[in-house]
């Protein structure tokens, strides 16, 4: 069993910046992957940025060059910092986890943290 922990969420105004945060714990596989999502009401989640274990990084082109996945592995802690926000930004944002390894695999999700930037 994986769980993931997510923080960092909050109001911003606009060219602002947040940091948040998918702290993972339990029985990991040694090369995991993660995405960053996002998602507002109405409308389906779409991904943001992807860090695979192998070390490819991508990102959707609307936050290029303004948003930076991560990852500290002392921690199992995965980070999207987010500069020069926009209102259209605004967004429930989850972590997602994934691995396959040995016949076996899973996918998890954190729980979203809510993100607003409005001035």
């Known amino acids: 069993q994986v769980h993931l922990v997510e923080s960092g969420g909050g109001l911003v105004q606009p060219g602002g910046s947040l940091r948040l945060s998918c702290a993972a714990s339990?029985?990991?596989?040694?090369?995991?992957?993660m995405g960053w999502y996002r998602q507002t009401p109405g409308s389906q989640r779409r991904w943001v940025a992807r860090?695979?274990?192998?070390?490819?990084?991508t990102y959707t082109d609307s936050v290029k060059g303004r948003f930076t996945i991560s990852k500290d592995n002392t921690k199992n802690t995965w980070y999207l910092q987010m500069n020069t926000l926009k209102p259209e930004d605004t967004a429930v944002y989850s972590c997602?986890?994934?691995?396959?390894?040995?016949?076996?695999?899973?996918?998890?999700w954190g729980q979203g943290t809510q993100v607003t930037v409005s001035s």
């Open positions: 339990g029985n990991l596989f040694s090369t995991n992957n």
């Open positions: 997602n986890l994934w691995s396959k390894a040995l016949g076996a695999g899973y996918n998890y």
């Open positions: 860090l695979y274990g192998n070390g490819t990084i």
